[in-house]
């Protein structure tokens, strides 16, 4: 039933497909544009003649996120089931509280398999049958809907309390069993084999009902602090100075260092270097020196120079070349990509070893600075991975793309760069070859 | 006139159609100096065409009938604006009226019934039957339309109505007339008290040179009223989740902006794949919740509290991982009493097994042939050996972002996407004690059958018994072409999806199962993707070649929206959606049946959209 691709039967046609393609995707990654954006998300009321009402305004819940997942639980065990969204757009987590003014009882049924059953009883199948002859039917599931698993205890709603007179339990290992007739507003535990039902109590948390809707909304951070994956050396990138024009970054040797880009134009770059004077004597006893590279033109650098004094970062202090930006945004593009924002001031916090750990994009608190220079001699000397600077860890090796940065760099006739990361890239050959022997 | 399309060309216009919301705004420029670190020259497309494509441009070149769509849409936000903002604009609404109106049935019917009655929401609509009989036409039937135009505005007008529209299929008449479908959803006050879903029968007075068509006519096909005092979901987040730290920097902000602020090592993308696992991690009773992340940011596990707000123990735990997840599952994968955790990343997934207080232990990495972009995950056991098996949808032959690993072909019934893998639960007969049986893994995909269209995009599964021989049949969600029904005999699949009556073609993204009807079996329901654009253009049967109907309804099937699937008794199932009336989503990821009123039927939630920028030029 495989049928072939008739548009890939030429290679202009195919080559057009994947223009429209590249099209689309550039319109949407590169020049903010939508595709099917601002959709609400829908609600339908079963109207249980076969038909559905589309009530989604009526719900609050017609969020024009960009929804991608939904779970369904019973979050304050108040007997209705609550909603858990996960949005691609801010805010990307939202929990909603049911607030259904029905009275209908409902029961809630737990299942445990046994024997040659899983015990999750995924796959259970349970029978309600209510006096009117009517029956409801549930399974256990384990993950449905899209990346998303709801609650695995049972809820029925019992409708207009019409009087339950069977309860079945077909178990994943095909046992069909009886159980007595639970009390409903109650949660019941059913394990396999017992043919008893057992109540868990589950008080609902009273004080949810009154509580008024407290939404999250989307926020936009003004300042980003970056820590890299892998720290990216550094020490052959040139770093100007007012004194020393042939200086690299790895000649600062001998502890962590924060390269500060601002301009006299810029007042939050300004406001930040107060703070740092503020903090000199702290950041100092960290063993941080700060680097300050003015992003002026040069006929401001006079200005800047000047300025830089009064902050009291003049020693080691430097104007941003046209070479050093070259080499910055080809960093960039490796590191963050080429649509990533470039704002002032931004700060890389680099290790004792010259390595680029931290961006930080947007003003940085001189605590932060104290808390990561912490964090970073810490971190075992060794380590490729800047673990400490954040929560969480990763699994995998994460290998940068150093052959692609060289590559940018030959391009751009920055030879001596490029070699210097060819070498990593080599590095990173030799550290596959080992992965794959060990 | 517009010349038919070359069949070649047809997948490719399609695509334009469904993103002609999108639009080509750039940033402003200001004249004082950027607070930048440096210039860079824009990125630019590197398509054979793309430099020069106009995606708006060539979507109108190709489909004239979108600028009467476009025409048609000003009109009718003319007559809301006039209905709902403030008081009636009596002459505002009648500048949509046509020199030659020919009558109109009246706007809201005589009586309706009480067909749903919950707490205090009620639904009522006009009873099925005969069509809605014509007003008059000239002066005095317009005069008529617009008292019942006034009227509803008195219901439903006020600080926070709202109407939405859409415009499902445009019909050329004759040289001054055009038919239009249209569906309206109109709502007085924020989240209620009243809604009215309303289907009409436009047929406009305009040519594609009059940006303002007016109303030659207008049939009633379809009148329902909601009242619902107050909205059914009150949402806590702030309440359980605002008091951690961490929680506007990685839950507040959008995917664009951490994509855009995150080591691009880290793999991360911007679409927002990430998902969630609810189980009870801790063993007290009470459900928690796992959460994914995009790459960098450590995945959550949010345990309920007493008090009902969450904390948060990834890190105590040892599942705060950085990688970019996109599934979990919390399920007992060695029958040991406890919760153990799934999750998925890239091709990967990462297996660890409860301590039985909520820690994670003894984690097991498994990684399954080929690189391919993992999805959503369930769990069941297909061989009813008492064990967990593991089934992972993958989407693309790659890794990284929306279509890595290569594009759809052809885009209607694309056949190039990722394979998924059935992973067989070998724990129990595990030869290593000292691992306690946990971890062994196989994969069965080939042996059970399972290899049978194992090429499609997968974004989703679900595991149910459907044809009630007590196993579980498996269905799988796919994008860009037809879905998977695997029906279990022994362990052993057969994809039965066209038999079965799930042969449609659709751009798929999630399936969830319950007995909607109350009649004993299990029915399916599909998110795909609605679009009005999709369908406005693939109906003009005209506008494709003969020999190309199939494509032209496959396209159509693509843009209908959700699938309703009512199970016949035996596996088999039956399209019910228009008369269940629950084809639009609109770009519909993982829907789920969920009982709102407790009333016994279950109802559906629906998340949509898919790519939302910052420009707010839209449908």
């Known amino acids: ?438 | 006139m517009p010349t038919p399309l070359s069949p070649r060309s047809v997948p490719l216009c399609f695509l334009l159609l469904l993103a002609i919301a999108s639009s080509c705004g750039k940033e402003e420029e200001t004249t004082a100096r950027a607070e930048v670190l440096f210039e860079r020259e824009a990125a630019r497309p590197v398509g054979v065409v793309g430099e020069n494509l106009d995606l708006k441009k060539s979507s109108h070149d190709d489909w004239p009938t979108e600028i009467l769509h476009d025409n048609a849409k000003h009109s009718l936000k003319e007559l809301f604006h006039a209905m709902l903002d403030g008081d009636f604009d009596r002459s505002r609404a009648a500048t949509v009226l046509a020199e030659d109106f020919a009558g109109a049935s009246a706007l809201q019917p005589a009586t309706l019934e009480v067909v749903r009655e919950t707490g205090r929401l009620q639904v009522r609509r006009e009873s099925a039957g005969a069509l809605a009989p014509s007003g008059e036409g000239g002066e005095g039937g317009r005069n008529a339309f617009l008292q019942q135009v006034e009227a509803m505005s008195k219901q439903f007008g006020g600080k926070h109505a709202h109407a939405d529209f859409k415009i499902i299929s445009v019909d050329p008449q004759d040289a001054a007339h055009f038919a239009t479908h249209v569906l309206v959803q109109m709502h007085g006050l924020e989240g209620g008290p009243l809604l009215a879903n309303m289907d009409w029968s436009v047929v406009w007075s305009g040519t594609p040179e009059v940006e303002l068509p007016t109303i030659h006519s207008l049939q009633r096909n379809f009148y329902e009223e909601i009242e619902a005092p107050q909205p059914l979901f009150a949402e806590l987040t702030e309440e359980v989740f605002g008091a951690f730290p961490f929680f506007a920097r990685d839950f507040l902000q959008g995917s664009a902006d951490l994509y855009r602020r995150s080591d691009r090592l880290s793999g991360n993308s911007m679409m927002g794949w990430q998902g969630l696992a609810v189980g009870d991690v801790n063993g007290d009773g009470l459900d928690d919740l796992y959460i994914c992340q995009p790459g960098g940011l450590p995945n959550r596990l949010f345990l309920r509290q007493a008090d009902g707000r969450a904390t948060e123990t990834a890190e105590a735990a040892g599942v705060a991982f950085l990688e970019n997840s996109r599934a979990a599952l919390l399920v007992d994968l060695d029958n040991d009493g406890d919760q153990d955790l799934v999750v998925s990343m890239g091709s990967h997934l990462v297996i660890g097994y409860n301590d039985g207080r909520g820690g994670f232990a003894g984690l097991t990495p498994v990684t399954p042939d080929g690189v391919s972009f993992v999805h959503s995950l369930t769990a069941a056991d297909y061989d009813q050996d008492g064990d967990l098996d593991v089934y992972a949808c993958r989407y693309n032959t790659g890794e990284s972002g929306a279509l890595g690993g290569g594009l759809p072909v052809p885009y209607h019934d694309a056949d190039n996407g990722g394979r998924n893998v059935l992973l067989r639960n070998d724990g129990r007969s595990a030869a290593d004690p000292g691992q306690a049986g946990r971890g062994i893994f196989t994969d069965v995909t080939s042996s059970v059958g399972l290899e049978q269209n194992n090429s499609k995009f997968s974004l989703a599964s679900v595991w149910e018994d459907f044809d009630n021989d007590g196993d579980l049949d498996l269905f799988v969600a796919n994008d860009f072409g037809r879905n998977n029904f695997y029906r279990n005999d022994d362990g052993r699949f057969t994809d039965v999806a066209e038999a079965a009556g799930l042969g449609d073609l659709a751009a798929s993204m999630g399936a969830t199962v319950s007995d909607y009807d109350r009649d004993g079996d299990l029915d399916l329901y599909l998110s795909n993707m609605f679009s009005s654009a999709g369908l406005r253009i693939a109906s003009q049967e005209d506008r494709f070649k003969s020999d190309n109907e199939q494509e032209r309804e496959a396209f159509l099937s693509h843009a209908r929206g959700n699938f309703l699937f009512s199970n016949n008794g035996d596996g088999t199932f039956s399209d019910v959606t228009d008369e269940a009336g629950v084809s639009l989503g609109r770009w519909a990821w993982g829907a789920r049946f969920v009982d709102f009123d407790n009333d016994s039927y279950e109802d559906l939630y629906i998340p949509n959209g898919f790519i939302t920028g910052p420009d707010k030029d839209d449908l």
């Not at chain 1, 779970?71 to 858990?84: E, S, T």
């Not at chain 1, 820590?227 to 040797?253: H, I, Q, T, W």
């Not at chain 1, 009064?310 to 080429?338: I, M, R, S």
């Not at chain 1, 080599?426 to 080992?434: I, P």
Request: charged share 20%; proline share 5%.
């Open chain 1, 1 to 438: 039933m495989t049928s072939q691709s008739p548009e890939s039967e030429t290679a202009a046609e195919a080559d057009e497909y994947l223009a429209a393609w590249e099209a689309l995707s550039h319109l949407i990654m590169e020049e903010g544009g939508s595709w099917s954006g601002r959709e609400k998300n829908c609600a339908y009321l079963n109207l249980g003649n076969g038909r559905f009402a589309n009530v989604s305004p009526t719900t609050s819940a017609d969020y024009p996120d960009d929804a991608r997942a939904v779970a369904v639980l019973d979050w304050d065990q108040d007997g209705r089931l609550d909603l858990v969204l996960k949005n691609r757009t801010g805010p990307r987590l939202r929990l909603l509280h049911n607030r259904s003014t029905d009275n209908n009882p409902w029961l809630r049924l737990r299942l445990r398999g046994t024997g040659a059953s899983n015990r999750d009883a995924i796959g259970s199948l349970v029978t309600l049958t209510l006096a009117d002859g009517k029956r409801l039917v549930q399974s256990v599931h384990g993950g449905d809907g899209y990346l998303s698993q709801s609650t695995k205890t049972l809820h029925f709603g019992l409708g207009d309390g019409s009087e339950i007179q069977g309860l079945q339990v077909r178990w994943p290992d095909g046992q069909v069993e009886e159980f007595p007739l639970p009390d409903t507003r109650k949660q019941w535990l059913l394990v396999q084999g017992s043919g008893v039902l057992s109540e868990q109590a589950r008080p609902a948390l009273a004080r949810f009902a009154g509580l008024d809707p407290s939404p999250a909304s989307l926020q936009v951070e003004s300042s980003h602090r970056i820590v890299l994956a892998d720290r990216l050396p550094m020490a052959e990138v040139p770093l100007p100075a007012y004194e020393n024009a042939a200086r690299k970054v790895g000649d600062l040797s001998g502890g962590p260092v924060l390269i500060n880009m601002w301009g006299t134009w810029c007042v939050g770059c300004q406001k930040e270097l107060a703070e740092f004077k503020q903090s000199a004597a702290e950041l100092s006893a960290a063993g941080l020196r700060i680097i300050a590279i003015s992003n002026d033109e040069a006929d401001q650098q006079d200005l800047a120079q000047k300025r830089i004094t009064t902050f009291g970062l003049q020693d080691a202090a430097g104007p941003a070349t046209a070479e050093y930006l070259k080499v910055l945004a080809l960093l960039y593009d490796e590191l963050l990509g080429a649509n990533a924002p470039s704002v002032l001031p931004t700060s890389l916090l680099l290790d004792d070893r010259g390595q680029l750990c931290v961006i930080y994009q947007g003003p940085v608190e001189p605590a932060q600075l104290l808390s990561d220079v912490a964090a970073l001699r810490r971190a075992p000397a060794t380590a490729r991975f800047t673990g400490t600077l954040q929560e969480g860890r990763w699994l995998s090796v994460r290998v940068r793309d150093f052959a692609g940065l060289a590559n940018g760099l030959r391009q751009a006739g920055l030879n001596d760069l490029a070699a210097y990361y060819t070498t990593f890239a080599e590095r990173d050959a030799e550290r596959h070859r080992e992965a794959a022997g060990g």
